[in-house]
């Protein structure tokens, strides 16, 4: 069973699709026990899609790429990007893409969605959902912009920055979940467990074996 007792636990192992050190505290903080796995995929070569869908099937892809090295688990999958005026942003490649990727959110307003995957390895159960978020970021000097560069927090970071960071004292306000920023929406997640482990039961399977 998961630590708290509150969020469902749908089988005894499960694994984290992720290598974000973000999805893991955020993990952690809701209970749950759980392995870690970096994703065997080329992101460049996952689908494209709306923003929604794109997310969706990113995380999909990313769970079901460690199937095989994990039988019997549960695979959870994420996916995270930030859109502004139609446009993907993802990790910066180098500072300049992030320093370009800042410029463009500063003074502006921003969507961040992120897709969350579920796979049951034994039955090939899968639940699939997302959430979105709308962020505003203050108006940025080029001297904050450098400075924010030096730490080197934006480097790792769908849009070049980080919310639960340094990059957060750069944030006006925000509209939806403040957690799916950060990477991981933990209230949808909890509604996806849950879910998910009705339909294992409904399968004949006991949540939490």
């Known amino acids: 069973m998961d630590g708290s007792g509150l969020v469902p636990c749908p089988r005894e192992r499960i694994v984290l699709a992720s290598g974000s ?4 505290d955020l993990l952690r903080m809701i209970g749950l026990k759980f392995e870690v796995a970096v994703p065997e995929v080329d992101e460049a070569t996952l689908p494209q899609a709306d923003p929604a869908g794109f997310v969706v099937k990113r995380a999909l ?11 019997g688990a549960l695979m959870i999958g994420a996916d995270t990007v930030v859109i502004l005026d139609g446009r993907v942003l993802g990790k910066p490649v180098d500072s300049s893409d992030a320093e370009r990727m800042l410029g463009a959110l500063s003074g ?10 579920l796979v049951d390895v034994k039955t090939g159960l899968t639940e699939t959902g997302y959430e979105r978020s709308l962020v505003t970021m203050k ?11 030096k730490t080197g927090e934006p480097m790792d970071k769908a849009g070049s920055y980080g919310i639960q960071g340094l990059g957060g004292i750069f944030i006006k306000h925000i509209n939806g979940c403040f957690f799916n920023v950060m990477g991981l929406p933990i ?15 409904q399968e004949g399977e006991t949540p939490g074996e």
């Open 187 to 201: 209230g949808r997640l909890y509604e996806m467990l849950t879910a998910f482990s009705g339909r294992l039961a």
């Open 21 to 24: 050190p973000r999805r893991r």
């Open 61 to 71: 892809c990313k769970a079901m790429s460690l199937t095989s090295r994990f039988p």
């Open 139 to 149: 108006e940025l000097s080029e001297a904050e912009i450098r400075s924010y560069l």
């Open 108 to 117: 502006r307003t921003h969507a961040v969605y992120t897709g969350v995957a």
